[in-house]
Nanobody, 120 residues
Framework: QVQLVESGGGLVQAGGSLRLSCAAS????????MGWLRQAPGKEREFVAG????????RVVDSVNGRFTISRSNAQNTVFLQMNSLKSEDTAVYYC?????????????WGQGTQVTVSS
């Protein structure tokens, strides 16, 4: 079992930045692919970004490409999501996730989520 705790969400004006963090515990962090997904009100949860076990491979959804960056520190058991040039459509609950396979799009464990609200 992997426990995931997100932090760093909040209210920000359009064009601003936030950095989300997710601290993992319970299993060897470097054994897991990590990702961020989000769910806006009335919408399905969607993939935002994923990162491989070593951090050498990343993927982001087209709508955030060039604005969001995912990274990880295996020494700190933490994954980050740097969000720049935020838009109102980025408003959502952001979830950290961990996957035991090799796919950056498939996850087994989830955090409780952190709210990101972007005001226009």
């Amino acid at each position: 079992q992997v426990q995931l705790v997100e932090s760093g969400g909040g209210l920000v004006q359009a064009g601003g930045s936030l950095r989300l963090s997710c601290a993992a515990s319970g299993r060897t962090f470097s054994n897991y692919v990590m990702g961020w997904l989000r769910q806006a009100p009335g919408k399905e949860r969607e993939f935002v970004a994923g990162i491989s076990r070593s951090g050498g491979r990343t993927r982001v959804v087209d709508s955030v490409n060039g604005r969001f960056t995912i990274s990880r520190s295996n020494a700190q058991n933490t994954v980050f999501l740097q969000m720049n040039s935020l838009k109102s459509e980025d408003t959502a609950v952001y979830y950290c996730a961990a996957g035991g396979g090799s796919s950056l799009f498939s996850y087994d464990y989830w955090g409780q989520g952190t709210q990101v609200t972007v005001s226009s």
